[in-house]
């Protein structure tokens, strides 16, 4: 089936949730007409449910081919970028001075949901390149940006990022790719990246890459890094497409998901050195990586809102049409469909609420990061930076495990039929399990949000939102609505839960870092549970505002008293585990 | 990597924590001599390890083939399988009449989790069988069991199990495949069936299918289903092979997991029909199926166990060798192994103290479905049936859960290195997916734990349980050994919840059913949690007492702190989220 994008879901989150409507309202979006975000949304579902989700089936029994040093993508996919490019889809949130829209970040969050909905492993190809873009316009030099950069941002060439090699993953610090500076001021790059997504394919006339390398007399580590921009085909003065450059894919991966993707082994140097240039200053890399690891890491937990949104319809619909068994206590003739068993209807509700609460999160993000750059007050705009940082591990970590948990329960929802691929419930569960590991081990966003996003401050940047989500609590206890049930006493219990276990770690994380660390993963947890319950509840309050509160009350107690009901139980795997885990030695060396 | 039978952890969970010790010494097995237990697991484990271990990737590689009507399985498949029945394996617990060794199910139970762990699509097929040869024993004619049961016993043939029509998955009375009465006594059958494990394949000269079918004055639903068993090849007086019956396999399933294990359409009728012999009685089919229930479903569980453990065993290895990064606040040239890591150290003894519960629980089925057919006393015997029903959904569904849970964490500990194929650790995440599926899905288990088990006699069988292990905890309350840490307070907690959730749960099980059913899985959970955590703690007793606690209570405490302590959030779960769960269509059909 395909897939339809949940606009008004999108609109209640993304005004009220993520609380955008509150910051253009402050002023801090500058001219942006909000006005135009519905239309905008509309047009990306339907291109999204039109042109890519027919794609992503095609794709996943397809996957690609390298031959002969060259990448094919599966039938159909080069139109559909063609066609992606001339709807003007890869400008959305480009820099309007080299042909983009200007869109705020938190509008193309929606639609890289959207994109990931319809088609991860599409979508996958323009959100590399959009980190491209950002590495360029922040650290390139004005002539690399009038070759480059326009190209990149109307998605006539596509970027990729090269930092991955064998022996460094989550250690970017440990890479050898080679830089030597050659007479002309450009730099000579020989070595081997693995794991590089749309390292090659057939979709474009030009792949502009930007790989991370190490030159002869930089320092050891992640201090010695610089960042160039090696073009597959190198670009003459006239904007035309001149020689091959020395990077050439040299393998490709069989992998459990995302099979349209290419994930290859990018070669250079076998033909003398891959002619690259230096993006911002020597030894700075790593500089401008963080640049863009933000919107990066979000991007990431927008690709598991997409999948478990696209998980939800899919077993919601099979769970409409398939028929099994009799409704508790009916006699009638024939079978009724599964979504009358009380256990399909949690499966279901743990899907849905789990992948709204996710999708605010991420939103929220998106909002905070866009305050950071375009309000004019510079307390407001250090306030939304604070606020982006800490809210960015978690919607990578907290959405890209539930849109695993999601998936997983859809496959569960379609029985016996989830097992097998034609059914596509699978391949959803199968798309899903990068978005755990890649952009960051969500294990890694954990000691992030512990080390350094909680301790930042000494906790200021927590707490501040904590104080935010308890107003938000007491509205839900002074509503005294009955259709909200338990889920005042539930919120307010996971705030206490999040605000002690916070200052337990914040006492630890310097003293005693292994105590503070091996509950960086629960901790995680509980935060999301916790934030996530409050900003479900907020959208429904402001939904019964508009007269439409029924359903998302019920969304947000079914979260409230089933996951953030969770928060005590995390509070003390934070607090009394901790021994347990640094103990595990006697039991895993033994 | 190969997979190696933890001997030592099995045996303390046999023995100690699933109570084998205490019912042999209480001469509730008879004469079976436990002495020869832990040579027969040496011996199991080392088949496994050397033959089936190293067939399990490239059977998930190579898959199977559907050609001209015939199955063919992956290079080394029917070889191994020869060295299976040579070695005596298929009759391990068959009956001694027939050729079998009789050993109990207990010992059967380790056997099942280690050929699941070396290669669970191979371990299938002898699984089929096995249900196979418990209904043709129980239920079928002395002539058929002169024919068929000593060559199903030894392994000569293998048997199928045929209930799932497209229709008719979970609601198995929905099945519509039709069987006539012939003149000379057999029957006819036609129709067709799906999702038939091991329906056709080429590793023995006869398959022997057990087919369900309905006669045409049957009644409708469940009553009128009858048990036929149906060769592949109809066998002569003498016992040799004859003409080849109507039923022969028309698709097969592309699936998530175990490629190895043919899935296949089975179609009956394209000839004039299949052949059939009655089980048993005419529509009392599903009585025959009853019987073999209870084991195949722990069967399923201890699947689960076996893929957790290889899962685990694999992720341990990968997180010894691979370097990436430092320690905290180590200086050292060069990396440290990632298990340095507190993250990675969790999320091992996740896996690892998951796979140790889920296996106690699963054996602990087994000695009481031993005693329910062995001991001698009638009151015992009984005593041990309620118990094994009881512990049945939990030993299916909590395994097979945490199953995919390990394997999840398995390919999460590999990181980018486990999205790839090549690895194996995504291969067991696929494979464990089915678990939770097959044989009643995990849903189901919980509605049969709640709607049946607990309630069948007002809760006895459990609350019997609950004071068997409030005394295990006891103990750990006296032992004042602190390596314990808080164990003895999250056990007593858990058992506090599983206690009054019950009761929650009997209150409304006749009067509010779907109050109950909303609440079955985080039910079923909670019991696994504090059974599992308790049966962990039994065996750390036990272990010290044997001079060896250090690992097993710090794998108990590890448990009880990290697992156990969700009990108090799955209790109000249960007890505050039905509504929730029941007012979802509010959401859901908006």
Same mark, same amino acid.
């Given at each position: 089936m395909t897939y339809r994008a949940p606009i008004n879901d999108m609109l209640l989150a993304l005004n009220h949730g993520a609380g955008l409507e509150a910051a253009v309202k402050a002023g801090h979006y500058g001219d942006f007409d909000a006005d135009i975000t519905a239309a905008v949304l509309e047009e990306a579902g339907k291109f999204a449910g039109d042109v890519l989700a027919p794609l992503n089936r095609i794709g996943d029994e397809h996957g690609i081919k390298l031959e002969g040093g060259k990448v094919t993508t599966a039938p159909g996919w080069p139109d559909a970028y063609q066609r992606w490019i001339a709807a003007g889809w890869n400008a959305v949130s480009g820099p309007e001075a080299f042909g983009g829209q200007g869109l705020p970040l938190a509008i193309n969050a929606v639609c890289t949901e959207i994109w990931s909905a319809s088609n991860i492993a599409f979508g996958l190809c323009p959100l590399l390149t959009l980190s491209a873009i950002e590495a360029l316009d922040a650290h390139g030099s004005d002539a690399l940006k009038k070759t480059y950069l326009e190209k990149l941002v109307s998605g006539e060439w596509t970027g990729t990022m090269q930092l991955t090699e064998p022996q460094a993953g989550s250690d970017v610090g440990a890479l050898r790719t080679r830089a030597e500076r050659a007479a002309d001021g450009s730099y000579r790059i020989k070595g081997t990246k693995i794991?590089?997504? /749309? &390292? +090659?394919? +057939?979709?474009? +006339?030009n792949i502009v890459h930007f790989v991370l390398a190490r030159l002869p007399d930089a320092p050891a580590g992640t201090k010695g890094i610089s960042l160039f921009l090696i073009p597959k085909f190198l670009v003459n003065a006239d904007g035309s497409l001149g020689a091959r450059n020395d990077? /050439? %894919?040299s393998g490709v991966e069989h992998k459990l998901g995302i099979h349209a993707s290419p994930t290859c082994t990018m070669t250079m140097g076998d033909k003398g050195g891959a002619v690259g240039y230096l993006i &911002?200053?020597? @030894?700075?890399g790593m500089l401008c990586m963080f640049t863009m690891m933000n919107q990066a890491r979000l991007a990431v937990g927008l690709e598991g809102v997409g999948i478990a949104d696209r998980a939800y319809q899919q077993a919601l619909a099979f769970a409409q049409e398939r028929r099994q068994g009799h409704a508790f206590g009916s006699k009638g003739e024939g079978s009724d469909p599964i979504i009358v068993h009380p256990d399909i209807k949690r499966m279901l509700m743990q899907m849905r609420t789990l992948t709204a609460a996710a999708r605010t999160i991420c939103y929220a993000t998106a909002v905070a990061l866009d305050v950071s750059l375009r309000a004019k007050d510079v307390k407001v705009r250090a306030d939304a930076a604070a606020r982006g940082a800490l809210l960015t591990p978690i919607a990578k970590a907290y959405s890209s495990d539930i849109g695993n948990e999601v998936a997983y329960l859809g496959v569960q929802i379609h029985g016996g039929m989830g097992f097998i691929e034609e059914t596509g419930a699978a391949q959803h569960s199968r798309d899903a399990r990068i978005t755990s590991i890649y952009e960051g081990t969500n294990g890694i966003q954990s000691i992030d949000l512990v $080390?350094?996003?909680? $301790?930042a401050n000494n906790g200021a940047s927590v707490f501040a939102l904590l104080d935010e989500l308890s107003g938000v609590v007491t509205q839900v206890e002074r509503s @005294? +609505? %009955? $259709?909200?049930?338990t889920t005042g006493t539930k919120l307010r219990e996971a705030l206490g839960a999040l605000d002690r276990t916070s200052k337990w770690l914040l006492k630890r994380v310097a003293s005693k870092p292994n105590e503070a660390l091996a509950g960086a993963t629960p901790y995680l947890r509980l935060f999301g549970a916790t934030l996530g319950g409050c900003m479900l509840a907020g959208e429904a309050l402001a939904a019964c505002e508009a007269g439409d509160g029924e359903r998302y009350i019920a969304v947000a107690r079914f979260f409230a008293e089933n996951?953030?009901?969770?928060a005590p139980s995390l509070e003390r795997t934070v607090t009394d585990g901790a021994e347990a885990v640094n103990g595990a030695d006697a039991v895993l060396l033994a």
């Open positions: 794991f590089i997504t /749309y &390292g +090659d394919h +057939d979709m474009t +006339d990077i /050439y %894919p &911002g200053e020597e @030894n700075r $080390a350094r996003k909680l $301790a @005294n +609505d %009955p $259709a909200f049930g996951v953030s009901v969770q």
